[in-house]
């Protein structure tokens, strides 16, 4: 048997493993649930006659979670070169259920149907964290050495910011320069992109300072509407002109600079706002720097409250730098490709998102990672389901990435 095949003979058990895991509920206790320790004990149980050289836990400390833990797993064959890590890394956490009644089926009770698995979590990010956990198992089945030693991650936290999951393990020094890193938490239904990039998540809240008063009477005041209002005008031109560079990776393939929430100012009608509060969601090309943007903004800002009278002041929300984009021609984007060449007899291309995955602290850390699997992009919706035909698939690709040869 081949490594393919004998992930192929290993599908009723992946669907049995998901199944039962999407039963144990895995939620952030900032959304409301208990943590990732009864999940992580289950596949640490599940997993445990593997065969696997070494399995260990890497938890962080949270005293709001179950077990006041926040657990991450770690599992290695030991490969020829025991210098490198080939890893594949992926979330236990899932986001809570959402509206209920738009469920067809209890999302903790998965229902295997049509030649799909229902549930919370099946896709984001239970099928990739089987997948890689069933590569594994093939490869030690198979008793052929990877040339790396083989590293499958499951980490907490991803989905509330990754501060108890990836970045902990990032702080712990587990990640070596050589090594090479996948991070299935992104794809298409085709199964044809690869993500090297992301954009920077840049957030601004702009605050417009007037003078209120009786709206009769409004030169006594100083609206603060009218001073945002022109404001958001003037900024949103000028950061379009000045940060127009294009990045053909990205779809968009520009920084985009869109004005969203707008508080409340006043409950009522009859007065000339004292103040005003809109916030920016940009999303930034790596060409780009964040710094340089807030930099326009001070400037436009001083200009219209002079020319207004008000003062508007410009602040960061929530505010980070993307690390560089992976090396198109880096080892780990050559095996991904080759392997889903090989798999899907499919040629992928090289993409950047504007979301935000595990990847980005990796790449921080000065580590190439790609980010690959396929899905039907049903994730955080009513109705979740993984595809057991992509959970096999994507199994297979991750086996092949051990071996340079086959
Ligand atoms: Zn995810």
Same mark, same amino acid.
């Given at each position: 048997m081949n490594l393919s095949e004998t992930v192929e003979s290993l599908k009723d058990e992946m669907v049995k493993a998901m199944v039962e895991m999407l039963r144990i509920e895995a939620i952030s206790p900032e959304s409301g649930g208990k943590g990732e320790l009864k999940r992580a004990e289950f596949l640490e149980k599940w997993m445990s006659g593997f065969g696997f050289d070494e399995i260990k836990r890497c938890d962080a400390e949270d005293s709001r979670a179950e077990g006041e833990v926040r657990p991450n797993i770690i599992a290695t064959i030991y490969g020829k070169n025991r210098e490198r890590t080939i890893w594949v890394i992926s979330h236990m956490d899932t986001v809570p259920v959402g509206d209920i009644s738009k469920w067809e089926t209890d999302p903790f009770d998965p229902v295997v149907r049509d030649g799909k698995i229902y549930g919370r979590g099946a896709e984001d990010n239970g099928q990739s964290l089987i997948a890689s956990m069933y590569a594994a198992k093939a490869i030690i089945d198979s008793g052929m050495k990877p &040339?790396?030693?083989?590293?499958?991650?499951?980490?907490?936290? @991803? @989905? =509330? %910011?990754? $501060?108890? %999951? *990836?970045? /902990?393990?990032? $702080?712990? %020094?587990?990640? #070596?320069? &050589? &090594?090479?890193? +996948?991070? !299935?938490? /992104?794809g298409v239904p085709e199964g044809n992109e690869i993500e090297i990039a992301e954009k920077s998540i840049y957030w601004v809240k702009v605050t417009t300072y007037g003078k209120q008063t009786h709206s009769s009477i409004p030169h006594t005041g100083i609206n603060a509407l009218r001073a945002g209002s022109r404001y958001l005008v003037e900024v949103d031109r000028a950061l379009h002109e000045r940060f127009s560079e294009r990045n053909e990776l990205f779809s968009p393939p520009i920084s985009t600079? @869109? !004005? =969203? #929430? $707008?508080? @409340?100012?006043? !409950?009522? *009608?009859?007065? +000339?706002p004292g103040e005003d509060v809109f916030y920016f969601d940009m999303r930034i090309i790596p060409e780009h720097n964040i710094a340089d943007i807030m930099g326009l903004m001070n400037e436009v800002a001083e200009r219209v409250s002079k020319e207004t009278g008000a003062r508007i002041v410009p602040e960061v929300y929530r505010g980070e730098q993307s690390p560089p984009p992976t090396p198109p021609d880096s080892e780990v984007v050559m095996r991904l490709s080759r392997a889903i060449e090989k798999v899907r007899e499919i040629k992928p291309k090289l993409v950047g998102i504007g979301g935000g995955t595990c990847a980005a602290y990796i790449r921080q850390a000065g580590i190439p990672a790609a980010v690959w699997s396929t899905i039907d992009e049903t994730m955080h919706q009513a109705n979740e389901y993984c595809k057991i035909e992509n959970l096999v698939n994507d199994a297979k690709v991750f086996a092949l990435l051990g071996f340079r040869q086959i």
């Open positions: &040339d790396y030693n083989f590293s499958v991650a499951f980490v907490s936290d @991803e @989905e =509330t %910011g990754s $501060k108890y %999951g *990836i970045q /902990h393990l990032v $702080k712990l %020094g587990l990640f #070596k320069k &050589d &090594d090479l890193v +996948v991070v !299935p938490d /992104h600079f @869109e !004005p =969203t #929430k $707008k508080e @409340e100012n006043q !409950p009522n *009608i009859n007065a +000339v």
